[in-house]
């Protein structure tokens, strides 16, 4: 008798469960879903504070903003460019919109929409230097970085004689727009800030974008091969100013959360997180060199950061460790991409 054979030792059925287990290991996002689950877990079991009402809405808290700008800044990487000037921008545009409501007597309203126009701008004008002269993004946007962070402290300074401007609750308007950026919601016991809101939401639009459009695909294009990108067509002049138009859109919606929700703003805000925004975008799967990445990777990554930094709080910790913490979940999630890049490479061959 005759045994007929596939010619496989493997049955449809595994060789279905083998070829999602492939996409899912392969998925950018992966290694920053099983660091959140670790650190999760970790902080769970050494403090209790951790999963309380309070303790959940805090490190939530925490990672918002931080998210928000992740997000912008994982679409920007992708598209293979970097901005260093993330950060600054959220204290400009709180800036801008303070100056104007509580100096100039404007209704926060108008002062926010001239604040998103000159977020915009900047964006703009950021991604056609780069594009137009070739530079490194990095060296054009550290001189914005320096620019606007002198423009801060330099107008602040000139108008209110100190560096900060404070007094947006006495605004017009300052109700409705606080509504919008700086409400809260209470689920259970625990108090939910809009820009928790506000980070899911703009997660939720990026990945659409990123993962179901036409501009999606330039974004991965644009990244990984710009010259065979230009080759069939793809617009990467426009594709690559309106991710640095995003990032600075951003940098306005965190500036905003922050300004009607503490009512003041320091001139020097802001400075220095542009690396953290990087760090959790690399975190969440995106790669230095572009063309690979994840918007919903990097929201976990500033997920990641809000537990571990709150939870060393609540451990009552040196907070010192949180950098030691950063340092070593860097290099880490560097190690994790590169493996999870050859490996997806590998697997659409």
Do not use: H
């Amino acid at each position: 008798m005759s045994v007929a054979t596939t010619g496989s030792d493997v049955s449809p059925a595994e060789d279905r469960r083998a070829t999602l287990l492939e996409r899912i290991v392969v998925r950018p996002e992966i290694g920053a879903a099983l660091g959140a689950v670790l650190v999760f877990v970790f902080f769970s079991v050494i403090t209790e504070k951790f999963l309380s009402p309070l303790g959940v809405a805090t490190w939530l808290d925490d990672a918002s903003t931080l998210g928000i700008m992740a997000v912008a800044v994982a679409l920007l990487m992708i598209g293979g460019e970097f901005d260093l000037s993330a950060g600054v921008m959220t204290a400009s545009t709180a800036l801008v919109t303070a100056l104007l409501a509580v100096e100039a007597g404007w209704n926060v309203w108008p002062a926010l929409l001239v604040s998103l126009l000159f977020a915009l701008a900047v964006g703009a004008l950021n991604g056609w230097l780069v594009m137009r002269t070739g530079l490194p993004s990095f060296i054009v946007t550290l001189g914005t970085f320096l620019a606007l962070q002198g423009v801060n402290l330099g107008v602040t300074r000139l108008v209110t004689g100190t560096v900060q401007v404070s007094g947006m609750r006495s605004a017009s308007g300052y109700s409705s727009a606080g509504w919008v950026f700086a409400s809260t919601t209470d689920i259970g016991e625990a108090r939910i800030q809009a820009s928790v809101v506000w980070w899911v939401l703009l997660t939720a639009l990026a990945a659409l974008v990123l993962v179901r459009t036409r501009f999606g695909n330039w974004i991965f294009a644009v990244g990984g091969a710009p010259a065979s990108a230009r080759a069939v067509g793809v617009p990467a002049v426009r594709t690559k100013i309106i991710l640095f138009m995003t990032t600075a859109f951003a940098g306005w919606v965190v500036g905003s959360c922050n300004i009607l929700r503490f009512a003041s703003v320091q001139a020097n805000q802001g400075v220095g997180l542009e690396f953290q925004y990087i760090i959790a975008a690399v975190v969440g799967g995106c790669l230095l060199t572009g063309g690979f990445g994840s918007v919903i990777g990097a929201a976990i990554g500033a997920l990641i950061f809000g537990m571990a930094r709150q939870g060393i709080v609540f451990a009552r910790w040196d907070s010192d460790w949180f950098m030691l913490f950063l340092g070593v979940l860097l290099l880490s999630a560097v190690l994790v991409n590169n493996a999870f890049k050859k490996r997806a490479e590998r697997v659409r061959r």
